[in-house]
């Protein structure tokens, strides 16, 4: 049973939602229900010329016999009716509380996964969200005694697990954010998740250097031998069976990935390229390191697509798919 977040109103979420839905609805091992205003959602998918049946469901747990016949919606009404492309900032709140609410679900045990629909993070952030986005929320949502979760992103395609070490900064700034500490943290958390949730008994982790050719042994830089190398022995020292730093350029095709199950890669692009250049609209975002499973879609909200029923959900049945296949690995 998957958690589905309602995202920003506006955007594509409910035709996204409602093409799953036509893709998974005969597929039990992917079961979902949908976090929204089941009236809001069936007003869309009608202006859209989508025809998928919405049902309102009181408990997560009644979506199992809705599921094959319609989508399943854990209601609670909207703020103020969505309109296709146009945000108003008074479903803000409403989108946080889904997000809320899916996590205490997956921890409540009523869900076994979530999935978040995508935002629109400046208008939460008029309505006051302190957070980059859905990740480190997630892991203050997570936190104990104060402390957040260390929470780990991984960009899954095509069979390629590919997590930046640092996330969203400017390129400028990477080679002072990059520490031998988080490499390490990182690479634990990608360990256990391979075998925890991939059903990987023994992964194989490999690590891309930062520099052009990983550094030349110090010709092109030095963040390799002082920063990375280090790494890299700290995890073998924990019994892990990790490579590198191996030169980025050389690391990403189809001979170099079936070397390793997930590569740690230094920086936001070096390993959103080759994600979204293997499979541009079927890319998942999966967090790591937090108490429940979650997966999200690769993509943003695209409001100039809303509501021409245009938009694919191959981004979002991957995510679901993955969703389901994590949960079944525990």
Same mark, same amino acid.
């Given at each position: 049973m998957i958690a589905l977040t309602c995202g920003e109103p506006a955007s594509i979420a409910p035709e996204i939602t409602a093409r799953a839905w036509q893709e998974l609805h005969s597929n039990s091992q992917c079961t979902f229900f949908l976090l929204g205003d089941a009236d809001d959602v069936a007003r869309r998918l009608a202006f859209a010329k989508i025809n998928v049946s919405v049902q309102k469901i009181e408990t997560p747990a009644e979506a199992q016999s809705v599921f094959s016949s319609a989508l399943p919606v854990l209601h609670t009404s909207l703020p103020t009716q969505s309109q296709a492309g146009i945000i108003d900032p008074r479903n803000a709140s409403y989108v946080i509380e889904a997000i809320e609410t899916a996590f205490a679900l997956c921890k409540l045990g009523q869900a076994s996964a979530m999935v978040t629909n995508p935002i629109n993070k400046d208008a939460l952030y008029a309505a006051g969200f302190k957070f980059q986005g859905h990740t480190d929320f997630l892991a203050h949502l997570a936190s104990e005694n104060g402390t957040p979760a260390k929470e780990v992103m991984m960009l899954v395609a095509a069979g390629l697990r590919a997590v930046p070490i640092t996330i969203h900064i400017p390129l400028k700034d990477v080679p002072t954010a990059l520490t031998t500490k988080d490499i390490v943290a990182q690479g634990t958390t990608v360990h256990r998740a391979l075998q925890t949730h991939f059903g990987i008994k023994s992964p194989r982790i490999a690590v891309t250097g930062l520099n052009p050719h990983a550094g030349e042994n110090g010709a092109m830089g030095d963040e390799e031998t002082q920063i990375i190398a280090p790494a890299v022995a700290a995890l073998k020292n924990q019994g892990i069976n990790i490579f590198g730093p191996i030169s980025a350029d050389t690391a990403f095709h189809a001979e170099a990935r079936a070397t390793y199950d997930a590569i740690l890669c230094m920086? *936001?692009?070096? +390993? =959103?390229?080759?994600?979204? !250049?293997?499979?541009?609209?079927?890319?998942?975002?999966?967090?790591?390191?937090?108490?429940?499973?979650?997966?999200?879609?690769? *993509?943003?909200? +695209? =409001?100039?697509?809303?509501? !021409?029923?245009n938009a694919r959900p191959d981004s979002l049945i991957a995510a679901i798919k993955l969703a389901a296949q994590m949960a079944h690995a525990q």
């Open positions: 920086y *936001h692009d070096q +390993a =959103l390229i080759p994600v979204k !250049t293997l499979d541009f609209h079927g890319g998942v975002n999966v967090t790591l390191g937090l108490p429940i499973i979650r997966t999200s879609p690769d *993509h943003g909200t +695209a =409001l100039a697509l809303a509501g !021409t029923g």
